[in-house]
Nanobody, 124 residues
Framework: VQLVESGGGLVQPGGSLRLSCAASGFPLDYDAIGWFRQAPGKEREGVSCINVKDGTQYYKDAVKGRFTISKDSAKNTVYLQMNSLKPEDTAVYYC??????????????????WGLGTQVTVSS
């Protein structure tokens, strides 16, 4: 199983980035997939996730209205469109997926498969 993130980089405050997560090798379809981030000196936190089975979506309060998660089933890729970026969005962003949903879609401990992460830096 592989989750490969791309699309990170350096952007000025107010700018946009689109992260991509290409999934491959799953023996069965995953039930939930999402994005988490970890800033220096801070714990990893959920940013946005999708329960593929029932369509439930989660957004961290701080990104609501600015970030949008979407899924392209044909390409087996999940995207995170990030607009109006702020310096506090600076972090390593990780894609994660699970084949078993047993809690809230934002529950980090539920996610089994993780990508290596992509750095997002928001700075002028």
């Amino acid at each position: 199983v592989q989750l490969v993130e791309s699309g990170g980089g350096l952007v000025q405050p107010g700018g946009s980035l689109r992260l991509s997560c290409a999934a491959s090798g799953f023996p069965l379809d995953y039930d939930a997939i999402g994005w988490f981030r970890q800033a220096p000196g801070k714990e990893r936190e959920g940013v946005s996730c999708i329960n593929v089975k029932d369509g439930t979506q989660y957004y961290k309060d701080a990104v609501k209205g600015r970030f949008t998660i979407s899924k392209d089933s044909a390409k087996n890729t999940v995207y995170l469109q990030m607009n109006s970026l702020k310096p506090e969005d600076t972090a390593v962003y990780y894609c994660a997926a699970t084949t078993v949903v047993w809690g809230r879609v934002s529950e980090e401990n539920m996610y089994i498969y993780w990508g290596l992460g992509t750095q997002v830096t928001v700075s002028s």
